[in-house]
């Protein structure tokens, strides 16, 4: 300690109290940067509980309208959609139908809802029988056929109204694939978020029970990045947006705060951090057990992600998060 600084240099004097804090943050969490995940299935007027999500629920779509609507009014704006289709099959027909799950759920809460900032998911995982991200050819995830499929399903969400098409299947191209299909039939507006950074994560297993997409064989680790490298990831990134990529994502986010960050530093588009199915199970679990306060825990690891670099979260905590900030 230098003590010829120290009476006069103190850190406490700017936290003294709470409007001194709050006036020296450096970052502030807003509704308005937060997208609710939404898991939507076929039928009327039905919800089912996620074992492993506790509080999350998959809704029918006429559940999803009433569920925005109350995200809405507190001030949730934006919601990423999940289908679980009617049927599965080899090609994942479901996901590019535009009679599918989600095609309809997308007309049918902007018809109620036209502002809400609707997402939906590009991937193949939820729709194929053997729950892989693509289109299997000799026992592998083809990428170039994948892609064909993939900027077919964007176009599809994209007729139907969706404000943002987010593609997660990891295939390489599928930015530039999608954003060529939406420009050649005249979908310039459409927004792509892509899943630039997906890591290969076990922290996905509660999703993978409410979307009833694991992988049959296998596992995702030849598409997904693996855990250890992060330049990869940076990498991913780059080149979505080459590719066109307006905002580009790192998922999950909890493990991942340094690539959160390092992307900040190196990229100039919006950036959305995924607080992921595992990280939601997690806190709740602990919660649960009464061994942590998960508001106090929530809000400080939402802070986190802020000062870590996030524009955008994605938490199925969001609706949660409207009330503790009203
Ligand atoms: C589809 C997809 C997954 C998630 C989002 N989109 C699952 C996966 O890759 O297995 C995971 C989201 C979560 O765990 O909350 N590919
Ligand atoms: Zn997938």
């Known amino acids: 300690m230098d003590y010829d600084i120290f009476p006069r240099v103190r850190e406490r004097r700017l936290r003294k109290s709470q409007k001194i804090r709050d006036l020296v943050a450096e970052v502030?969490?807003?509704k308005s940067n937060l997208v609710q995940p939404i898991f939507v299935y076929p039928g009327e007027n039905s919800t089912e509980r996620i074992k492993s999500m506790p509080d999350v629920y998959r809704m029918t779509i006429d559940r999803a309208i009433k569920f925005v609507g109350e995200g809405l009014a507190s001030g949730i704006n934006a919601y990423l959609l999940f289908g679980i289709p009617s049927h599965k099959d080899d090609m994942g027909s479901e996901a590019y139908d535009e009679e599918g799950i989600i095609p309809n759920a997308v007309r049918s809460i902007k018809k109620e809802y036209p502002d809400a900032v609707l997402i939906t998911d590009v991937c193949m995982c939820e729709y194929t029988s053997h729950g892989h991200c693509g289109i299997i050819i000799n026992g592998k995830v083809d990428n170039d056929t994948t892609l064909k499929y993939l900027?077919?399903?964007?176009l599809v969400y994209a007729k139907s109204g969706a404000d943002i098409v987010a593609p997660s299947s990891m295939m390489d191209g599928q930015v530039k694939a999608i954003r060529d299909a939406l420009d050649e039939n005249g979908f310039t507006d459409t927004i792509i978020m892509s899943y630039s950074s997906k890591f290969a994560s076990s922290l996905?297993?509660?999703?993978?029970?409410a979307a009833d997409s694991r992988p049959q064989f296998g596992d995702r680790k030849t598409y997904q990045m693996d855990y250890r490298?992060?330049?990869?990831?940076?990498?991913?990134i780059e080149l979505d947006i080459k590719e066109g990529a307006?905002?580009?994502?790192?998922?999950?986010?909890?493990?991942?705060?340094?690539?959160?960050?390092k992307a900040?530093?190196?990229f100039l588009v919006p950036l959305a951090a995924y607080s992921?199915?595992?990280?939601?199970?997690?806190i709740k679990a602990a919660f649960e057990n009464g061994w942590i306060d998960e508001d106090q825990v929530l809000l400080e690891y939402m802070h986190s992600l802020k000062r870590a670099g996030a524009d955008i979260i994605i938490t199925?905590?969001?609706k949660r998060l409207a009330e503790l900030l009203r």
């Open 246 to 261: 307006d905002i580009v994502m790192v998922k999950p986010a909890m493990f991942y705060m340094d690539i959160i960050a």
């Open 316 to 318: 199925y905590y969001a």
């Open 229 to 236: 490298s992060a330049r990869t990831a940076l990498r991913e």
């Open 204 to 209: 996905y297993g509660p999703f993978r029970e």
């Open 276 to 282: 992921v199915s595992g990280e939601y199970s997690m």
């Open 28 to 30: 502030s969490l807003n």
């Open 151 to 154: 900027a077919k399903t964007a």
């Open 264 to 266: 900040k530093e190196r």
